[in-house]
């Protein structure tokens, strides 16, 4: 089956400085990719929409500025949290979507940020 | 906006019985559903998907059902086992995105 992985897996950063998050589909190629963020014992929140080539499309309410996205590449998408800070801290988990509206997404193992 | 709710929370059940986890939807103009499985600080494994056009998926001991009229699916795990435990989400895909109910969290207990 497809495969998508995140990278790091895990990382700790101190308030104010800025974390990227990769995610790769390992084989095969996705033009829409998705970030979810995801807080204790909830669910999955879409925070952006990734396309290749194109801005991402952001969720009401999620600051563009602060949470980056560049999708460069059709195995690569990434998440930028700059200027991080403790409320900041959570899980999080991109997606990439095979072509079509019926296809299915595929999700990272996601990435665990804690801001100090 | 599409809301999907599940039910229940939790679960705690004996190993070796059948359960069944229910998940409804607000808007029933999806092009699918899927049932997901997410193990305690992991990622999402995918489980079923069940298409707009069809009623039901089976796959080992997992069969999830789709009631697009009524917003409605199941999930229904046979023989349950230790392992089963873990939360279960479904989620269903508008034309935009893929909106997650809160998750039921399943505890089987040897």
């Known amino acids: 089956g497809a495969v998508v992985s995140q990278h790091p897996s895990r990382v700790i950063c101190k308030s104010g400085t800025s974390v990227k998050i990769e995610c790769r589909s390992l084989d095969f190629q996705a033009t829409t990719m998705f970030w979810y963020r995801q807080f204790p014992k909830q669910s999955l929140m879409l925070m952006a929409t990734s396309n290749e080539g194109s801005k991402a499309t952001y969720e009401q309410g999620v600051e563009k500025d602060k949470f980056l996205i560049n999708h460069a590449s059709l195995t690569l998408s990434t998440l930028t949290v700059t200027s991080a800070h403790p409320e900041d801290s959570s899980f999080y988990i991109c997606?990439?979507?095979?072509?079509?509206?019926?296809?299915?997404?595929?999700f990272g193992p996601g990435t665990r940020l804690l801001v100090l | 906006k599409q809301e999907v709710t599940q039910i229940p929370a939790a679960l705690s059940v004996p190993e070796g019985e059948n359960l069944v986890l229910n998940c409804s939807f607000t808007?029933?103009?999806?092009?699918?559903l899927q049932w997901f499985r997410q193990d305690p600080g992991k990622g999402l494994t995918s489980l079923l998907l069940i298409q707009s056009s069809q009623r039901e998926q089976t796959s080992g001991r997992l069969n999830a059902s789709l009631d697009k009229s009524s917003g409605r699916s199941t999930l229904y795990i046979a023989a349950s086992q230790p392992g089963d435990s873990a939360t279960y989400l479904c989620?269903?895909?508008?034309?935009?995105?893929?909106?997650f109910g809160q998750g039921t969290r399943l505890t089987i207990n040897p």
């Open positions: 989620a269903v895909q508008g034309a935009q995105k893929l909106v």
């Open positions: 997606s990439a979507k095979l072509s079509g509206l019926s296809g299915s997404q595929y």
């Open positions: 808007d029933s103009a999806i092009y699918n």
